[in-house]
């Protein structure tokens, strides 16, 4: 089992930047693939971005390719979304998720655990 924690979320203005933490407990956080994705009021959530077990493989969506960069560091049981060039449309809660198979996020969009979120503000 996993249990996720986001931070790093908060205010910030348009054109600026943030990066996110997810801290994961479990020994087995290095065989999971992971992802961040948000949910903004009033819309579904909307997948962001994924990695693999062993950081060698990313998909991004289109909305924030070029301008949001998920990495991990399994040693410390963490993954990372910095965003750039940030727009007040990026306003949302974030969410990381983890699952065994890559393709359960990156294609459908799903995932076997969640975190509780953090939230993104961006000012105009």
């Known amino acids: 089992q996993v249990q996720l924690v986001e931070s790093g979320g908060g205010l910030v203005q348009a054109g600026g930047s943030l990066r996110l933490s997810c801290a994961a407990s479990?020994?087995?956080?290095?065989?999971?693939?992971m992802g961040w994705f948000r949910q903004a009021p009033g819309k579904e959530r909307e997948f962001l971005a994924t990695?693999?077990?062993?950081?060698?493989?990313?998909y991004y969506s289109g909305s924030v390719k070029g301008r949001f960069t998920i990495s991990r560091d399994n040693a410390k049981n963490t993954v990372y979304l910095q965003m750039n060039s940030l727009k007040p449309g990026d306003t949302a809660v974030y969410f990381c998720?983890?699952?065994?198979?890559?393709?359960?996020?990156?294609?459908?969009?799903?995932?076997?655990?969640w975190g509780q979120g953090t939230q993104v503000t961006v000012s105009s």
């Open positions: 998720a983890a699952d065994a198979n890559f393709r359960t996020i990156t294609t459908m969009a799903r995932a076997g655990y």
């Open positions: 479990g020994r087995t956080f290095s065989s999971y693939a």
């Open positions: 990695i693999n077990w062993i950081g060698g493989t990313t």
